[in-house]
C-alpha cells in the first residue's frame, strides 16, 4: 500500500521488525507483560467478557465490552488498567526505538495517574456506547482510539481527551490497515488456545512490539 509517494508496510514486514526488535529482549518483555496481566485482569478471572476487554489495551483481541464492578478484582483494574496500559506502551515504544527498556516502565504511567485513568474511563465508555449499536461500531471504535496511550507516551502534556482526539485523527485511513495487522496473528492466536494459554505469554510481547512499529509508521507519515 502507498500513501502518496510513501509505502507502508506490510503485515508481515511489520512483524519482521516486532521479531528484531524483541531479539535479546523477549524474556524481559514476556516479565512485562505477565506482570501487567497480573495487576490488571488476573483478578477478573470470572468475568470472561472483563478479561476480553483488556485485551484492547494490551493485546488488542476482542471486541465485547461488559464492565462490572461487582467485584473487587474490577476495582482493581478499574484503578490499574489505564496507568498500566500507559505502562505497556512505553515499555514497546523504548523497544522498538531501541533506547534500552526496563521493567520499571510499566509503572511509568503512574506518574500521570489521573489523565491514564481519565483516558481508560473514556475510551471505554465510548467503545461501550459504540457497541450498543452494534458490534462493528465498536471494533471501528476501538481502532479509533488505539494509538492513543502512544500519542500520550510521547506527549505527556496532552490532556487524555487531546490524547483520544489526535488518536481518532492519526487513524483516519488506516483503522483497516490496523484491523488487518491484529487479523495476521488469528493462527498464532489459535496456536496459543492449543497450548491452553501458555502461548499467550509470547503472543502479547509479539502483538504489542508490532502494533508499536505500527504507530511508529503512521507517526513519519
Given at each position: 500500500?502507498h500513501?502518496?509517494?510513501k509505502?507502508?508496510?506490510?503485515?508481515s514486514?511489520?512483524?519482521e521488525?516486532?521479531?528484531?526488535?524483541?531479539?535479546?529482549?523477549?524474556?524481559?518483555?514476556?516479565a512485562?507483560?505477565f506482570?501487567?496481566?497480573?495487576?490488571?485482569?488476573a483478578f477478573?478471572?470470572?468475568n470472561?467478557t472483563?478479561e476480553?476487554t483488556?485485551?484492547?489495551?494490551?493485546?488488542?483481541?476482542?471486541?465485547?465490552i461488559?464492565?462490572?464492578?461487582?467485584s473487587?478484582g474490577?476495582?482493581?483494574?478499574?484503578?490499574?488498567?489505564?496507568?498500566?496500559a500507559?505502562?505497556?506502551?512505553?515499555?514497546?515504544?523504548?523497544?522498538?526505538?531501541?533506547?534500552e527498556p526496563?521493567f520499571?516502565?510499566?509503572?511509568?504511567?503512574?506518574?500521570y495517574f489521573?489523565k491514564t485513568?481519565?483516558?481508560?474511563i473514556?475510551?471505554t465508555?465510548?467503545?461501550?456506547l459504540?457497541?450498543l449499536?452494534?458490534?462493528?461500531?465498536?471494533?471501528?471504535?476501538?481502532?479509533?482510539?488505539?494509538?492513543?496511550?502512544?500519542?500520550?507516551?510521547?506527549n505527556p502534556?496532552?490532556?487524555?481527551?487531546?490524547?483520544i482526539?489526535q488518536?481518532?485523527k492519526?487513524m483516519?485511513?488506516?483503522?483497516?490497515?490496523?484491523?488487518?495487522?491484529?487479523?495476521?496473528?488469528a493462527?498464532?492466536?489459535?496456536?496459543c488456545?492449543l497450548?491452553?494459554?501458555?502461548g499467550f505469554?509470547?503472543?502479547?510481547?509479539?502483538?504489542?512490539a508490532?502494533?508499536?512499529?505500527?504507530y511508529e509508521?503512521?507517526k513519519s507519515?
Amino acid at each position: 500500500m502507498h500513501i502518496g509517494t510513501k509505502r507502508l508496510q506490510e503485515p508481515s514486514e511489520l512483524r519482521e521488525l516486532a521479531r528484531d526488535s524483541l531479539a535479546g529482549k523477549w524474556s524481559l518483555a514476556v516479565a512485562v507483560c505477565f506482570v501487567a496481566w497480573i495487576l490488571a485482569d488476573a483478578f477478573t478471572s470470572g468475568n470472561t467478557t472483563r478479561e476480553s476487554t483488556e485485551l484492547f489495551k494490551f493485546g488488542n483481541g476482542s471486541f465485547f465490552i461488559n464492565y462490572s464492578f461487582t467485584s473487587i478484582g474490577n476495582i482493581i483494574n478499574l484503578i490499574l488498567g489505564g496507568p498500566i496500559a500507559f505502562g505497556v506502551a512505553s515499555f514497546f515504544l523504548k523497544l522498538i526505538r531501541e533506547t534500552e527498556p526496563e521493567f520499571m516502565d510499566l509503572f511509568s504511567g503512574l506518574s500521570y495517574f489521573l489523565k491514564t485513568f481519565v483516558l481508560d474511563i473514556v475510551t471505554t465508555i465510548f467503545i461501550i456506547l459504540w457497541t450498543l449499536l452494534f458490534i462493528i461500531p465498536g471494533i471501528i471504535a476501538a481502532l479509533r482510539y488505539s494509538m492513543a496511550y502512544y500519542i500520550l507516551n510521547d506527549n505527556p502534556e496532552l490532556s487524555a481527551l487531546e490524547a483520544i482526539t489526535q488518536s481518532t485523527k492519526i487513524m483516519i485511513g488506516h483503522k483497516m490497515r490496523l484491523l488487518t495487522l491484529w487479523l495476521s496473528f488469528a493462527g498464532w492466536f489459535i496456536l496459543c488456545l492449543l497450548t491452553v494459554g501458555i502461548g499467550f505469554l509470547w503472543f502479547i510481547p509479539y502483538l504489542k512490539a508490532t502494533e508499536a512499529h505500527f504507530y511508529e509508521e503512521l507517526k513519519s507519515l
